[in-house]
Structure formats: structure tokens, C-alpha cells
């Protein structure tokens, strides 16, 4: 297990590089923007997009990792496709090759002809990343990669990460917008029971050096197997007066059966990962959303890292039936290895009854009674 956690962590180190270059340059930004379509698209969007960014970052960990644990082949997936539509009307298969010099010559193509920015881009791929972590050397917790799948979400929030506002004020220590909530999840779970096992977030925007401005970024992971719980963060404690982080588009009903529980202190981000590592970091106690909207992708690796620190994540509306039907005990959680058969695309990996995430079981029940008493 700590070869494989190394391995995504470094993965997604190398993720993040790809991310914050590809923001550096916009004349290069701009060439690596497509707009998604038919069972590809997110149907909470009315503009679904995503960047050659997402792609190549996919790319490079199915690449990374797939090579250094063949037992996994066939069972990294992420939430794009690897087909790219350049601006001379070319679809091209997005892949990390043999040598730099043969990604550079396919990213020319993809990239309008733009040979520097195709050389930059495939310097990054094939870069070595070098990891200094004390606390990942000392994980000793085996399991073996053959009973375990990966998701991965290359950028979450990537409409955030087209906008690249950088300076939004956070609100009660959460960003509203910007880059801040433009994450690289990685998470792995268990092949039979869909159970989360091992989870790493990346934060490549987590700050701007003033000077070079540059971005700054920093990652964190968790594991939950068998009964054993390691991460890089301790778990926050349990707050007296409880905030919460929704979506702006959360319904009305949700938010008026809430505001008697919170009161002001309800908040609202953008991105899926973003609110679940709010929770996780303790700037809000729940993330709550009654919607459909997010995927298997946006959740393995926050939920992972949530049932390593104590916490978890319900399925909102199997939680509330049983909870209705007097079963106050272990309520539903998401699972992660089986599609919704009456679905296509990516609505088949969808969280289709929303979600409650938690780091404390006391503040779960609370809000499972407040929701199951609402006329929602």
C-alpha cells in the first residue's frame, strides 16, 4: 500500500504542474478548451466543458500508475474521454507516449501546430517527480492492488478552472469561487465491496507566491482498510455552532428546512471536491446536496480521506428512508463499483440520490432529522 499511495500521490503532484502551467500562458490556455456533448456532458450545466488539461492529467496517471502496477490495467477510470477536437475540426486520441519527443510531435497536432507549447506541455508529462514525505515512507499497511480500482477526476471544478479567478475572498474560510476549488482527485476503492479504501487530494492553487507568481499547491491522503485509518491531516473537532457548504444551486427547500439548524452560517462553493475537503478540513461540518450532480469521480477520494479521520458519506435519499423507516443505526454510504443500469454515459456513475458528507456521526443524525421532518 505505500507503493501504491506514493504512486498517486506523485501522480497527482505531476497532475498539478500540468494544471498550474497550463494556466500560466492564456494565448496557450485558449487552445486547450472544448466544449462537451451528448452522454459526455454534466446536465447541471448548460455549458459543459473540458480542457486538454483534464485529459492529458488523466492521461498521465492512468499512464504513471498503470505502468508501475500492471494488476490494475483496465481498472483506472476517469471522468473524460481521451478523444480531442482541435480547432482545425481534428479528433485525436489523447495519450501519453513511448518518449517525450513522440508526445510533443502528437501534442503539436493536437495544438494547432504550436511546437513550443506542445514541447512545454510534454516536458511536463515526462517529468520526474521526486516526493519528500517522511509520513508516506512510514505507511507499512499492505493491500493488494489487484482487489482494488481507481477513479479519477483530472480537474474537478473545471469550469472554475476555465475562469481562473485567483483572488476570491473566502467566506468563513471558504471560497465562494475561483481557482482555490479546482482540484486533482485520486481515489481508489475496493473491487467487491465498491467500499472507498485510499484517497489523495491535490490543491494546486492552494496560493500564489507574490513574486514570481507562481502557484503554490499542496496534497493530502487518506486510507480506510479493514479496520486501520492513516492520513496526512487530523480530524478536526466537533464544532458548537456547525456551518454547512451547498451548492448555489441547491433547492430551496433544502436550504429553508436548513437555515433553522445553521442560520447564517450556511455557505455556498463551487465544485464537488472543493465542499467535501471543506469538510474534511473542518471548515464546515456537513456538505449537503439533494441533487444528482455529482459522480463517482468526485467522490471516491474525499470520501476515502473522510472515513480515514472517523467521517463518511451517505446517500442522501437511502439515508433519509431509512432513517424515516426507524433504522438510526449505519446508514447507507456510497459505494463505488457498480453503474446504474437504467442509465448511459456518465449518468451512469452519477450519485444519483445526492449526498451528506460528515466528519462527525452526532452532526449526521442532526441533520437527518431535520431533513426527514421537513416538508421537502
Known amino acids: 500500500m505505500a507503493a501504491l499511495l506514493k504512486s498517486l500521490v506523485g501522480a497527482s503532484e505531476k497532475a498539478a504542474r500540468i494544471a498550474q502551467l497550463c494556466r500560466q500562458e492564456e494565448a496557450l490556455f485558449q487552445l486547450l478548451i472544448e466544449e462537451k456533448t451528448g452522454t459526455d456532458k454534466n446536465k447541471k450545466f448548460v455549458q459543459d466543458f473540458k480542457t486538454l488539461a483534464d485529459v492529458l492529467i488523466q492521461e498521465v496517471i492512468k499512464h504513471d500508475v498503470g505502468k508501475e502496477f500492471p494488476e490494475l490495467h483496465g481498472h483506472i477510470c476517469g471522468e473524460e474521454s481521451n478523444q480531442f477536437e482541435n480547432s482545425l475540426g481534428e479528433t485525436l486520441e489523447?495519450?501519453?507516449?513511448?518518449?517525450?519527443?513522440?508526445?510533443?510531435?502528437l501534442l503539436f497536432t493536437i495544438l494547432d501546430r504550436n511546437r513550443p507549447a506542445a514541447e512545454l506541455l510534454a516536458a511536463a508529462i515526462h517529468q520526474e517527480v521526486v516526493l519528500q514525505d517522511p509520513a508516506l515512507d512510514a505507511v507499512a499497511l499492505a493491500i493488494p492492488p489487484e482487489r482494488l480500482a481507481i477513479w479519477i477526476d483530472p480537474i474537478d471544478s473545471t469550469n472554475q478552472y476555465i475562469r481562473g479567478q485567483a483572488s476570491v475572498a473566502p467566506i468563513g474560510g471558504i471560497c465562494p469561487s475561483g481557482l482555490r476549488s479546482a482540484l486533482v482527485l485520486i481515489g481508489a476503492y475496493?473491487?467487491?465491496s465498491g467500499d472507498p479504501v485510499l484517497g489523495v487530494i491535490n490543491e494546486p492553487f492552494f496560493q500564489e507566491d507574490p513574486l514570481t507568481h507562481r502557484w503554490q499547491g499542496v496534497y493530502h491522503w487518506g486510507i480506510s482498510y479493514q479496520g486501520t485509518s492513516l492520513s496526512s491531516l487530523r480530524r478536526?473537532?466537533?464544532?458548537?455552532?456547525?456551518?454547512?457548504?451547498?451548492?448555489?444551486?441547491?433547492?430551496?427547500?433544502?436550504?429553508?428546512?436548513?437555515?433553522?439548524?445553521?442560520?447564517?452560517?450556511?455557505?455556498?462553493?463551487?465544485?464537488?471536491?472543493?465542499?467535501?475537503?471543506?469538510?474534511?478540513?473542518?471548515?464546515?461540518?456537513?456538505?449537503?446536496?439533494?441533487?444528482?450532480?455529482?459522480?463517482?469521480?468526485?467522490?471516491?477520494?474525499p470520501h476515502a480521506i473522510l472515513r480515514a479521520l472517523g467521517g463518511g458519506m451517505v446517500d442522501l435519499e437511502a439515508a433519509l428512508q431509512a432513517w424515516c423507516a426507524g433504522q438510526r443505526g449505519a446508514l447507507p454510504e456510497l459505494t463505488y463499483h457498480q453503474p446504474a443500469g437504467d442509465a448511459v454515459g456518465a449518468e451512469r456513475w452519477a450519485n444519483r440520490g445526492g449526498l451528506v458528507a460528515f466528519m462527525h456521526r452526532e452532526h449526521l443524525e442532526v441533520v437527518m432529522a431535520t431533513l426527514a421532518t421537513a416538508a421537502l
Open 190 to 192: 475496493d473491487r467487491s
Open 94 to 105: 489523447v495519450q501519453v507516449c513511448a518518449t517525450q519527443q513522440d508526445t510533443a510531435s
Open 236 to 301: 478536526p473537532p466537533l464544532c458548537p455552532e456547525p456551518s454547512v457548504v451547498l451548492s448555489s444551486s441547491e433547492t430551496p427547500a433544502i436550504q429553508r428546512a436548513l437555515r433553522p439548524l445553521y442560520g447564517e452560517r450556511l455557505r455556498f462553493a463551487s465544485g464537488a471536491g472543493y465542499k467535501m475537503l471543506c469538510v474534511i478540513l473542518g471548515l464546515a461540518e456537513t456538505y449537503i446536496l439533494s441533487e444528482g450532480s455529482t459522480f463517482k469521480w468526485d467522490s471516491c477520494a
